[in-house]
């Protein structure tokens, strides 16, 4: 079964300093992987998605993601953290053969001031 | 990308009554996904609706507790029936357009009591 796996319930960095958010993939073929962000009392926020091409993929915020076939992770990173960066994020794959998406069980990053 | 309206952003609903939720689309999508965000917990699939076909439930979600309606491509409802407790979640619609293109509504929080 396809799945991702994210293994930090959370991750706590101070403000200005980078930030890594870490994923794992489990898929056949090709994998479709996705960073969504939410925000308290929000709906699902677009940061990014990897479908093919270059391994670094930039996304929204300053938010960026390394592709890693070898290793199987799909890491989510920023140069320098902000307190308003404080949110749940959520990895996803797409089913191979569906258009249906599977989430991760998120992490909360905190960013203290 | 598509805009989503959804529909209540929140309900406070009696034990064993039904909650209906909306989801208009400003574009003509072919699917549309409900997903279940229980407190706490990442996004569950409920079920996959297509224009003109019955919904495609997920494992443990049966129709007769979630019916979904879908009856063109801009328009869908997901009612959650019988409630309970248990029922009290974020329940929130996605689309998908083009190559990994995946919007999600704002999300709907249903407190059951």
């Known amino acids: 079964a396809q799945s991702v796996a994210q293994p930090e319930d959370q991750v706590n960095v101070a403000e200005g300093n980078p930030l890594t958010v870490k994923c794992t993939y489990s898929?056949?073929?090709?994998?479709?992987l996705f960073w969504y962000v939410q925000y308290p009392n929000r709906g699902l926020q677009f940061l990014l998605k990897y479908i093919t091409g270059d391994n670094l993929v930039k996304g929204s915020y300053g938010f960026e993601a390394e592709f890693n076939k070898s290793q199987t992770s799909f890491h989510l990173k920023k140069p320098s953290a902000l307190v308003s960066d404080s949110a749940l994020y959520f990895c996803?794959?797409?089913?191979?053969?569906?258009?249906?998406?599977?989430f991760g069980t998120g992490t909360r990053l905190l960013v203290s001031p | 990308s598509a805009v989503i309206s959804q529909k209540p952003s929140r309900d406070i609903c009696q034990r064993g009554t039904s909650l209906t939720i909306q989801c208009q689309v400003d574009s003509q999508v072919t699917m549309m996904f409900w997903y279940r965000q229980q407190p706490g917990q990442s996004l569950t699939l409920i079920a996959t609706?297509?224009?003109?076909?019955?919904?495609?439930?997920e494992s443990g979600f049966v129709i007769d507790k979630f019916p979904i309606s879908r009856p063109n491509l801009t328009f869908s409802t997901l009612t959650v029936s019988n409630l309970s407790p248990e029922d009290s979640s974020i329940y929130l619609c996605?689309?998908?357009?083009?190559?990994?293109?995946?919007?999600f509504g704002s999300g709907t929080r249903l407190t059951v009591v």
């Open positions: 609706a297509n224009q003109g076909s019955e919904a495609t439930y």
């Open positions: 898929v056949s073929g090709n994998p479709y």
């Open positions: 996803a794959v797409r089913v191979t053969g569906f258009q249906k998406l599977v």
């Open positions: 996605s689309v998908v357009q083009g190559a990994g293109g995946y919007t």
